[in-house]
Nanobody, 124 residues
Framework: QVQLVESGGGLVQAGGSLRLSCAAS????????MAWFRQAPGKEREFVAA????????YNEDSVKGRFTISRDNAKNTVYLQMNSLKPEDTAVYYC?????????????????WGQGTQVTVSS
């Protein structure tokens, strides 16, 4: 059974930084892309960033470009999201997810497995 466990969320002041981690376990498939989505209160879940298996290709949503960086360590089956210059509008539950086709889709429908999420709160 595939498990994704996120960590690193918390409360931070605007302008601060957080680093999210997501460790995958229990999978038997080979190469896969990983991504982060987020869901703010009262809003739909939205794409944040994605990275392919080799790490050579990434894609970020426009509002986080220049502030967030996605990376991965395949030896640890872990994906990271470094979040800098955080804004109150970044407040959300952040979810990591896997795409077993190793694409960089921006829609939830591309993705096969999901974590439970970690809360990020940015105070003004």
């Amino acid at each position: 059974q595939v498990q994704l466990v996120e960590s690193g969320g918390g409360l931070v002041q605007a302008g601060g930084s957080l680093r999210l981690s997501c460790a995958a376990s229990g999978h038997t498939f080979g190469t896969y892309a990983m991504a982060w989505f987020r869901q703010a209160p009262g809003k739909e879940r939205e794409f944040v960033a994605a990275i392919n298996w080799t790490g050579r290709r990434t894609y970020n949503e426009d509002s986080v470009k220049g502030r967030f960086t996605i990376s991965r360590d395949n030896a640890k089956n872990t994906v990271y999201l470094q979040m800098n210059s955080l804004k109150p509008e970044d407040t959300a539950v952040y979810y990591c997810t896997i795409d077993t086709r190793d694409q960089l889709g921006t829609s939830e429908s591309w993705y096969d497995y999901w974590g439970q999420g970690t809360q990020v709160t940015v105070s003004s």
